[in-house]
């Protein structure tokens, strides 16, 4: 068994060429409506009544009764459409309960489809006879296979859509002929519910049906669900099912709900002047330069994000390579006169006191040409004392005259030490990496006598004591001056 989305195929042109071969009309008769698929090409209706169009109410009772053909293996399913422009009886089934011939796709598959009958309503003419539930059963075959096989064969074997257009059918006297079968006992006619689908048991099918055709109201009645749920409750007013014990009244289901409406873009930039919220109602941030969000504003979006990083790179581009790599100039901290061309900016240069590389914002108007560093004059021998930041360990110092008796003169001792940071001197010796005092020099042989002294005799300890001179200036054993 073949199926489909949506109880059919795409939707197709609403007119319908006439048919040449089509008998005078009969007033009062009822036209042939036979929807089903062709062997080659996807399209479903083949007979339509004058007037009625393929997107019609007609056209979707028919489609809600076939249901894309679910379970339709189980038994047909019987519809009574009416409403204020005619009356519509037919059956949804399988085609081969009714025809032997053009029953089945080029695959093999079975086809399903519907063949009923529709009379058009007329303001003089008679209330039409509709036939009972059980006459429909039991002659199904009979009446419906010969129309089917009529309106079938002529485009069954069409290869394009153009060629399997359906055909226009004209009122023809109904297959029913006679007086009515004896209806079954009345039941209690239902009426439409505006909000609602009257189902009831399988078992009260025939008496649903027979009130419904003596009433004349407006109705869709369906009957031969074997599920509920296989039917789309809210496209009828009336439903029998087998699965149904008892009556009940189908709510339509609800609503969709409705789309969320869409969010805010949050403004970035600084929170309003002051207080939780600002002049225009909107909470906001607590004031100042920045502001926060409160709790109830929006969360940023992910191209406002975007765009938020993109111009902080920006700014640290410009703080990494300075203003002139850019190509852009920095907006001044604070309000003044213009700076002349050329003047500020970052760049690399040299300190005139220390003469280091160094890197950051330079006046070139007011700094001018670098000079070299006026040092205070020294005497002879004396170095200058730094003026940079410099390690504050002292170097050690040597002779600066001549070298005393029994040394050799050397130049004065020093180690090359690295500048430093002043804020960083203190750290010397934590780290063992910055400036760190030099090995004390070594202490001087003592001089040898001169010759012909006579070797100093052992004296009293209490005598030299005596003999010690008193406070005068004495040689410095490490320089051998007077100290």
């Not at 197709?12 to 006439?18: C, G, K, M, R, V």
């Not at 006619?189 to 049906?209: F, I, K, M, V, Y």
């Not at 599920?227 to 409750?233: F, H, T, V």
């Not at 869409?262 to 939780?276: C, D, F, K, M, Q």
Request: hydrophobic residues 30%; charged residues 20%.
């Amino acid at each position: 068994m073949t199926t489909n989305t949506q109880h059919g195929p795409e939707p197709e042109p609403a007119a319908a060429p006439p048919d040449p071969d089509a008998g005078p009309a009969v007033p009062g008769g009822w036209s042939a409506l036979v929807y089903g698929r062709t062997l080659q090409v996807d399209q479903w209706w083949r007979a339509l009544p004058a007037g009625v169009d393929r997107q019609g109410p007609v056209a979707d009772a028919v489609r809600a009764a076939v249901a894309g053909g679910n379970r339709l293996e189980a038994g047909p399913r019987f519809l009574l459409h009416r409403d204020a422009r005619g009356v519509l009886v037919g059956a949804a089934c399988e085609l081969g309960r009714i025809s032997r011939t053009m029953v089945h796709d080029r695959f093999g598959r079975p086809l399903y489809g519907f063949v009923g009958w529709y009379r058009a309503a007329a303001p003089d003419a008679a209330d039409p006879r509709i036939p009972e539930l059980a006459e429909l059963t039991a002659h199904l075959a009979d009446w419906a296979g010969p129309v089917y096989t009529e309106w079938i064969a002529p485009t069954w074997e069409a290869v394009g859509r153009e060629e399997a257009e359906p055909r226009t059918t004209r009122p023809v006297p109904a297959p029913w002929h006679g007086a009515a079968a004896p209806s079954p006992t009345a039941a209690v006619w239902l009426p439409a519910h505006s909000t609602g689908t009257h189902l009831l048991p399988e078992s009260d099918a025939a008496a649903l049906w027979s009130a419904a055709a003596g009433a004349r109201d407006r109705c869709l009645l369906a009957t031969g669900w074997r599920r509920r749920s296989d039917a789309e409750a809210h496209r009828f007013t009336h439903l029998t099912s087998t699965d149904c014990r008892a009556y009940e009244l189908l709510r339509p289901p609800p609503p969709p709900p409705r789309p969320a409406p869409p969010r805010p873009v949050p403004v970035v930039g600084p929170g309003p002047a002051g207080g939780p919220t600002g002049s225009d109602g909107a909470t906001g941030g607590t004031g100042g330069a920045g502001g926060t969000e409160g709790p109830g504003d929006p969360e940023p979006s992910l191209a406002e994000t975007f765009r938020a990083g993109r111009r902080a790179l920006r700014r640290m581009t410009r703080g990494l390579f300075g203003s002139e790599e850019s190509g852009t100039a920095e907006p001044p901290s604070s309000p003044g006169p213009p700076k002349p061309p050329g003047a500020g900016g970052r760049r690399y240069g040299d300190d005139p006191v220390t003469g280091r590389r160094y890197y950051g914002d330079l006046d070139e108007a007011s700094a001018g040409p670098a000079q070299p560093p006026v040092r205070p004059a020294q005497p002879d021998g004396a170095r200058p004392a730094s003026t940079g930041p410099a390690s504050t360990v002292p170097r050690p110092t040597g002779p600066t005259g001549p070298a005393a008796p029994g040394r050799r003169a050397e130049a004065t001792p020093f180690r090359r030490t690295r500048a430093v940071d002043p804020q960083q001197a203190d750290l010397s010796g934590m780290f063992g990496e910055f400036d760190e005092p030099g090995p004390p020099p070594p202490a001087a042989p003592p001089a040898a006598p001169p010759a012909g002294t006579p070797p100093a005799a052992a004296s009293d300890p209490q005598r030299a004591r005596s003999e010690a001179p008193g406070p005068g200036p004495t040689d410095d054993s490490a320089t051998g001056e007077p100290s």
